[in-house]
């Protein structure tokens, strides 16, 4: 039952690398920071299944909670700040 | 262990599924808004399918309401944190690919990596709503 998991969970753990892809050769900023959203979203379903290998899933699940806010967060405040001004020194159009 | 572990295996399996088209659509789509459209819905869709499972592997306890706990979390911010990013480009003046143009990833195409490294492909920046159509 558990090498099922473990199965899974290596898997998973191949499907988290591909979006590194993107990281390093992102065309644009934004591409980059979509494949860091992207890894970090697949994580947290791998430390839930780590959590289950390990047996420890009371305590994975609370990094997984802390990984998953730390990440929305971080999204949030990495998008409002790479709001690039145009070249000509136009101001961004704002938020409404 | 409870009676409930073939349909973590299953939900698991799936969840996995839809990870690995996410991650396949990030690498393979032409541009950022059609690479951030793949990984925005069906990267959720995965992950609340995979903690699904793990809560069903593990049963009605007080870790299964925090697994369920995060499924909610995970499916309120994640596509919020896509539309951040989205707006973010747009608003920074990324230009989408239109069908009919050359696809902007080709490497014999153009120059990008203009070595700023402000992300701004000076050929991809355009008004925001010039184009809006």
Known sequence: ????????????AVIIVIPAYRVIVGPTLFDRLLGAGAIGTKTVALICLVGIIFDRLDMFVDIAVGYAILNFIGNLAIAKYFIVPKPDGHPPVESR | MNGFDGLALVLVAAGALFLLVG???????????????AVGKSDTLGLVL?????????????????LVAVVVFVALTNPVGSHALVRSAYVSGLRPWFKGEPVPEDPTADHHDDGDDDGDDDSAVAEPGEDRR
């Open chain 1, 1 to 12: 039952m558990e090498q099922a998991f473990v199965v899974e969970a290596v898997v998973l």
């Open chain 2, 50 to 66: 995979v903690v699904l499972g793990i809560a069903a592997h593990e049963g009605a306890s007080l870790t299964g309401v925090k």
């Open chain 2, 23 to 37: 991650s396949i659509g990030v690498v393979r789509l032409p541009d950022f808004y059609t690479r951030i459209h």
